[in-house]
Every structure is written in structure tokens, then in C-alpha cells.
């Protein structure tokens, strides 16, 4: 069916940058809105960024700012850039997405990528 893949993750110190990709494949039709979520331990997983297909974006408070969400939808992949990392942004980022399907349009689904680990060292 469909499959959302992360990559990018990763360890890097406090201050650093990583630049997360979450990429779409399977029987689409279109897909509308991406959101990048993230889970740190013993804590609930919380919005980070999200972007609609017509590349608005929203952004939880304390990423605006160090955070940019953007998507390439020829290549249906949602990027996530992280700069002036801090340790409390160590976590597993998720990214999830609205996709049609081609098999039936008048409906979509939301689906989920595994995960990728971002460790931020102080």
C-alpha cells in the first residue's frame, strides 16, 4: 500500500543541525497535509511542524524559529530542518501524512513513518 520512510537522524551536539527526510511511496494519488511529530522518552508525542499541500506551514512554539518544515511534493518528501539543536529536542521524530489513495479518492488515510532517533549531546 503506501509507506512513509525517515531518515536523517542522528546524534549531534548542542547548537548543531540535522535535516530530517520522510519520504512517500506506494499506490498515491495525492497527499495532503505532512506533519513531523516527535516522542522524547517517558513524555507524549507532540506536534513539531506540520505542512499542507499548498505549503502552509504551522509550527509548535518552541521550534519557530529553529525549525523549517518543507515539502517536495514531486518527489512526495517532507523535510525537516533543525538548527540551534538542543538537548531537550532529543527525541524520536515521527512524520505522518493525508494521502489519497488511487484506489479510492474520495477518501484519505493518515499513515505513519517508523520513526528516526535525533540525540542532541549538551
Known amino acids: 500500500q503506501v509507506q512513509l520512510v525517515e531518515s536523517g537522524g542522528g546524534l549531534v551536539q548542542a547548537g548543531g543541525s540535522l535535516r530530517l527526510s520522510c519520504a512517500a511511496s506506494g499506490s498515491i494519488a495525492s497527499i495532503d497535509t505532512m506533519t513531523w511529530y516527535r516522542q522524547a522518552q517517558g513524555k507524549q508525542r507532540e506536534l513539531v511542524a506540520a505542512?499542507?499541500?499548498?505549503?502552509?506551514?504551522n509550527y509548535a512554539d518552541s521550534m519557530k524559529g529553529r525549525f523549517t518544515i518543507s515539502r517536495d511534493n514531486a518527489k512526495n518528501t517532507v523535510y525537516l530542518q533543525m538548527d540551534s539543536l538542543k538537548p531537550e529536542d532529543t527525541a524520536v521524530y515521527y512524520c505522518a501524512a493525508r494521502i489519497v489513495l488511487r484506489s479510492n479518492i474520495f477518501k484519505a488515510y493518515d499513515y505513519w513513518g517508523q520513526g528516526t532517533q535525533v540525540t542532541v549531546s549538551s
Open positions: 505542512i499542507t499541500s499548498g505549503g502552509s506551514t
